[in-house]
C-alpha cells in the first residue's frame, strides 16, 4: 500500500483562536484579563516543572527525593568531554541535516543493531525531542500516541495544532485492534490519524512490548497508511543484555521512522543532541525535505561542538560502550530496588525492564489513601508526596491515564548521588544500593511508603525509632494531613553518625547485582575507565 503524508501546506487549526482580538480593552499593552496574546498552547513540561519544585526545596534545605525528572544522573565520560572542549572553537553553524562526521556514526550506531542506515538518511537536531516535533509537523494530521506515553507526544501534537489520539497499550505500543478503531473513529469524525508513535522501551512504565504487539501494530499501519514513529531513545538501556529489541524498522522498515539521541545512554541530556533515521524510498527523502525545512527556520544546525562530541559517541568506542554497561547496570539496580519498596507498600508495580522509571499503581490502596488522607485522584497522590515528604514524582494522568487510577511515574537515576564523585562510585559499585546515600533514599522512600499507607515499618531498631502505624483509625495531623516530618525519621536528616541497618524484609540489593546480565562485561574496570 503506498505511504502518504499530508500534502505540504498548513493544517486548519483543531483549536481556533476564540480569544476576541478586539473591542473594548484590547490592545497591546492591555492589562490581564484584556490580554493581548492569544490562548495559550501547552504549559511548562510536568517533568521539568517538578524538577524545579525539586530545587527550590534542596535551596531551602528541606530534604527531597528527586523521582521526578526522567535525567540520567550521570556525569559525561571523560572522553566526550574531551572531545567537546576540543571542538569549542568551531562556530560555524553548518548543514542543517548535521555534519557528515555524526551522520556517518549514527548510521554506523544503526547498522550495528541490525539497521543498516545510509548517513543520507539521518538528520541531526537539538534533541530527539525537536525532531519529534519536526517529524509530527512534517507528517501532518493527527497522531496516535499509547496510554500511557511519554508527556511530550500530546503535547507536541497540541503545540502543532493537531489532536493526539490516546490509545490504550502497553510497553510504550498502542493495542493493535484499539488503535484500528480509534483510527476509524477518528475518520468518521472528519479527522485523519497519520502516524502512530511507540516508545521502545517506554517512559513512563520502564517496560519493553513484545515483538508480537509490534508487529500487529504494524499490520494495523500497514492496512491505514500510518507512519509509524519508533522513539528508541532508551534501547542501550535494557537491564537484560539477552533481550532483543522489537524496532518496528525491522519489520515494517518502509513506513518506520527512529528516533534516538545521546541524553539517556550517554547522559548528555543538557548537551541537546538526537537524531533520526528516515526510511528508504519515497517516504524517507519526502521527509527529509520537509523536517529540514522545518529544521532550517527553527534551529539553523544542532551545535558543531555538540556534534563532535556526539559523533565519536555514536562511534561507540569500547572505553564508551562499557560505560553504557555499567549505566544499565546501575539504572537496573536502582529501579528494581525502588520498584520493590513501592511492592512492599501494597502497590502494583510492573516489574522494570529498561532505563531509570518505575511506575507503580496505588489502586490497591485507594481506600486507604481516601481514608487517611482524602486522596481520590493521582495529582492528590502526587502533590501530598510533594508537599509533605519532599518525594517529586509524575502523576499517571501526566501521561494520559485517568486520574482515579492512582499511577506515579518515579523517575530513578537522581538518587546516584548529589555529587559527581558519588555518582562516578555508584557508577561503578558491585551494590550500588548498599552505598550510604542511596542506602538512605531508598530508606527514606520506604518510609515516607510507611507513613502513607499507615503500614508498620519492618525495621525496628533501635536506632530508627521505627514510625510504625498511627493508632486505628488514627492520623498524626487533621484530615488530609500525612504525619509531620521529624528528623527523629528522616535519615537525609538523621544523625550521620548513626549505624544504618538494612529494613529487615527488604530485598538485599546485593542479589540483584549479583543477577546483573552484564556483570561479565564491565568486571575489571577501573574507577578512572567510567
Ligand atoms: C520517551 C522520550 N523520548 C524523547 C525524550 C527526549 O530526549 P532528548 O533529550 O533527545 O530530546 C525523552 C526525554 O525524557 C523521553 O523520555
Known sequence: ??????????????????????????????????????????????????????????????????????????????????????????????????????????????????????????????????????????????????????????????????????????????DASELARTVNEAKAAGRTIRSVIVTLPDNPTGTLASAAAVRALGAVADKHDLVIISDEIYRDLLHDDDTVHPSPA?????????????????ALGGWRLGVTRLPDGWLGRELRARLLGIGSEIWSSPAAPVQQAAAIAFDEPPVLAQRVALSRRLHGSVARAVAHRFSAAGARVPAPQAAFYVYPDFSPLAGVLLRRHGITSDVGLAGLLLREYGVGVLPGSAFGEAPGWLRLRVATALLYGDTEDQRITALGAADPCSLSWIAASLDRLEEVLADLTGKRLARQGPDRGGTGAPPEGGRRRGVGGPPTRTAAHDPLRADPGQPKRRSAGTEPCASYCRNMPDRRSVRGLLIRDL
Open 1 to 174: 500500500m503506498a505511504i502518504s503524508v499530508a500534502p505540504g501546506r498548513p493544517l486548519t487549526s483543531p483549536y481556533p483562536d476564540t480569544e476576541p482580538d478586539t473591542g473594548p480593552g484590547h490592545h497591546p499593552l492591555a492589562p490581564p484579563g484584556r490580554s493581548c496574546l492569544g490562548p495559550a498552547t501547552v504549559p511548562v513540561s510536568a517533568t521539568l516543572a517538578v524538577n524545579e519544585v525539586m530545587d527550590a526545596r534542596r535551596t531551602r534545605g528541606e530534604p527531597v527525593l528527586p523521582m521526578g525528572f526522567g535525567e540520567a544522573g550521570l556525569p559525561a565520560h571523560p572522553l566526550l568531554r574531551e572531545a567537546l572542549s576540543r571542538a569549542a572553537g568551531r562556530t560555524s553553524y553548518g548543514p542543517v541535516a548535521g555534519e557528515a562526521a555524526l551522520l556517518e556514526a549514527a548510521a554506523g550506531y544503526w547498522s550495528r543493531r541490525d539497521l543498516p542506515t545510509d548517513p543520507d538518511a539521518v538528520v541531526a537536531g537539538p534533541g530527539s525531542k525537536a525532531l519529534l516535533f519536526g517529524l509530527t509537523e512534517a507528517i501532518g494530521g493527527d497522531v496516535a500516541v499509547t496510554r500511557p506515553s511519554w508527556v511530550s507526544y500530546a503535547a507536541q501534537a497540541s503545540l502543532a495544532r493537531r489532536v493526539a489520539h490516546f490509545v490504550p497499550g502497553a510497553g510504550g505500543v498502542p
Open 250 to 266: 525491522l519489520l515494517y522498515p518502509e513506513r518506520t521512522v527512529v528516533t534516538t539521541g545521546v541524553s539517556k545512554n550517554f
